[in-house]
C-alpha cells in the first residue's frame, strides 16, 4: 500500500504538474545533510542539464514529485554520499529523506483511508483522488459539486496540519470508468478505420477517459472520439504507424564463426532494428543463442537488421550482424558470421 500512494504521487508529477525552473546556478555540489529535505519547496533546478543521463533525470523527477530537494547539484551530491542508499525507491536516499518519504506515504495513506470513508455515501459527486507532494497539496479529493461541504466534512475527521486538498471537475471518477468500460465493450468496430484496440484507462488528475489506439490513419483519434460521442470526458491517442496490426513471421538464424563453427563462449545476446514500424520478440523477454549457435526470433513483417552483441564498455557491443526480410507467417534464415572472435 505504501508503495503504490509513493507511485501515485509520481503520476501526479508527471500528468498533473507544471514545471517551474528559478533562477541561479550552483557554485558547486553541496555536502549533503539533514538540510536537504525541501518538503515544501523543491530547490530551483535551473542547472538541470538538458540532457542528462537517464538514471540522474528519473531521480530529479521522482525526488521532485515527492517534494524533496531535487537540484542536479544535490542529486549528485546525495549520489556520491556513503550513507544514502536506493533500497526504498530505487534512487538514492539520505537516511533523513528516506524517513520523510516514509512519514509522508503514512501520512497520505491515512488522509486517503478517511477520504474513502466519506467517498462510500457521497460518490455521486466524486471525481477521485490522487498525491500531489510537489507542490504541497498532499492528498487531493476530486468532487464536481459542493466544493466546500465535502472539504469541511472531511477535514473534521482528519488530525490537525493533515495534508489535504479538494478540486472541482466536471465528471465523477465512476462516470469515467463507466466510459471505459463502454469502449473495451464495443471495440471491434475499430477494425474498419482500421486501428486496433490497445488501452483504456482514466486519467484522475486531468478528468478524462484514455483511449490508446494503433493505427496509421491519421484520422482515427478523431473518429474514435465522434464514434463514442463522449465529449470532453474522452481522449483518444494513436501511435500514428498502425503498427499492431503488422502481421508476424519469424526468423530462425545461426550464428558461425569464419570456420563454420558455433561460438566457443554462448555470452551472445542479440539485438535489431529496422527502419520502418513493428516489432521484434515478445515483450521485455531476451533474445539469446543456444548452445549450437541457433536462435529464433518472433518478429512483425518488414525489413530487419539483427545485430549478435556482446557485454562489454559496461553494455552491449555489436560484433556482427544481418539483415533479412521477414513475411507474414513465413519464416526467413538468417547466418551471421561475427567480426571478431
Known amino acids: 500500500m505504501r508503495r503504490l500512494i509513493i507511485v501515485v504521487g509520481v503520476i501526479a508529477l508527471l500528468a498533473g504538474c507544471t514545471r517551474a525552473a528559478g533562477p541561479g546556478v550552483a557554485s558547486g555540489p553541496p555536502s ?50 556513503p550513507r544514502a542508499t536506493s533500497t526504498l525507491l530505487a534512487i538514492p536516499l539520505l537516511p533523513d529523506e528516506a524517513a520523510a518519504v516514509n512519514a509522508q506515504s503514512n501520512d497520505a495513506e491515512a488522509v486517503i483511508a478517511v477520504v474513502n470513508d466519506y467517498v462510500a455515501s457521497h460518490v455521486d459527486e466524486f471525481g477521485g483522488v490522487y498525491i500531489d507532494h510537489a507542490s504541497g497539496a498532499g492528498v487531493v479529493a ?29 465528471y465523477t471518477e465512476r462516470y469515467l470508468r463507466g466510459l471505459q468500460d463502454r469502449v473495451v465493450a464495443d471495440r471491434d468496430w475499430m477494425a474498419s478505420i482500421p486501428a486496433v484496440f490497445e488501452s483504456a484507462g482514466v486519467d484522475v488528475i486531468r478528468n478524462v477517459t484514455m483511449v490508446s489506439v494503433s493505427s496509421a490513419n491519421p484520422n482515427a483519434p478523431d473518429l474514435v472520439e465522434a464514434h463514442y460521442g463522449f465529449g470532453n470526458a474522452l481522449e483518444v491517442d494513436s501511435d500514428g504507424t498502425g503498427a499492431v496490426l503488422i502481421p508476424w513471421g519469424k526468423v530462425e538464424g545461426r550464428v558461425r564463426t569464419p570456420a563454420g563453427d558455433p561460438p566457443a563462449d554462448n555470452w551472445y545476446n542479440l539485438a535489431w532494428h529496422s527502419s520502418g514500424p513493428g516489432a521484434c520478440g515478445i515483450g521485455d523477454v531476451g533474445y539469446g543463442l543456444t548452445a549450437d549457435g541457433t536462435f529464433s526470433l518472433p518478429c512483425q513483417q518488414g525489413t530487419w537488421t539483427i545485430e549478435v552483441t556482446v557485454p562489454g564498455d559496461g553494455g552491449w557491443r555489436s560484433i556482427g550482424e544481418g539483415t533479412v526480410v521477414v513475411k507474414a507467417d513465413r519464416t526467413s534464415r538468417l547466418d551471421i558470421v561475427p567480426t571478431e572472435p
Open 142 to 170: 476530486l468532487w464536481t459539486a459542493h466544493l466546500e461541504e465535502h472539504e469541511t466534512a472531511i477535514r473534521a475527521r482528519l488530525k490537525p496540519g493533515a495534508r489535504f486538498a479538494v478540486r472541482l471537475v466536471a
Open 32 to 81: 549533503p545533510d539533514a538540510s536537504a529535505l525541501a518538503s515544501a519547496e523543491p530547490s530551483p533546478s535551473a542547472d538541470e542539464p538538458t540532457q542528462s543521463d537517464g538514471a540522474v533525470q528519473h531521480a530529479i523527477e521522482l525526488r521532485r514529485s515527492l517534494g524533496l530537494r531535487s537540484d542536479l547539484a544535490w542529486v549528485e551530491a546525495v549520489a556520491a554520499d
